[in-house]
């Protein structure tokens, strides 16, 4: 009859194996909180600039209804008689007509909920007044941001 021993050592070698220590998991864990704090501005103002784009469609919808609207009577309408709606598709951005005559209008964007992050291109102004077609942009109703700014909001 044989028994069979074993050694201590081969017995405890595969028990530190197992799997990841406390400071191991806590390295990663820190290496990922950089890597993200790093990209999280970049992916931020991506997304930003693409809820920007639901405003531009709302107001060239808008500057197309007015257009329309225009075409069989004596001056421009409010929202409601040109049909748009206040809030733009995707609900970043409420409109607003500022002002309307017979010579033009002022349609005016202002960035809702999160997209207020959007510091420089919260308000957006179209204004249309004769023949001459105005964009402006701000972070304020003044809408006085500086022409390689506004070019920017304006994704021109």
Do not use: K
Request: charged share 20%; with cysteine.
């Amino acid at each position: 009859m044989h028994r069979f021993t074993v050694d201590r050592r081969e017995a405890t070698a595969p028990a530190r194996c197992r799997g990841f220590t406390l400071i191991e998991t806590m390295v990663a864990v820190g290496i990922a909180a950089v890597l993200s704090s790093i990209a999280y501005p970049s992916l931020e103002s991506h997304v930003l600039r693409a809820r920007r784009s639901d405003a531009l469609v709302a107001l060239m919808q808008a500057q197309l209804a007015q257009e329309r609207f225009r075409a069989s009577r004596t001056a421009y309408g409010s929202l409601a008689e040109i049909g748009v709606r206040d809030v733009s598709v995707s609900g970043h951005y409420a409109l607003m007509v500022t002002a309307n005559s017979a010579d033009g209008y002022e349609l005016v964007a202002s960035a809702a909920g999160r997209q207020r992050r959007d510091a420089p291109c919260q308000v957006l102004r179209l204004a249309v007044v004769g023949a001459n077609l105005a964009y402006a942009s701000g972070s304020d109703a003044a809408a006085s941001n500086p022409a390689d700014v506004n070019r920017r909001c304006w994704s021109q």
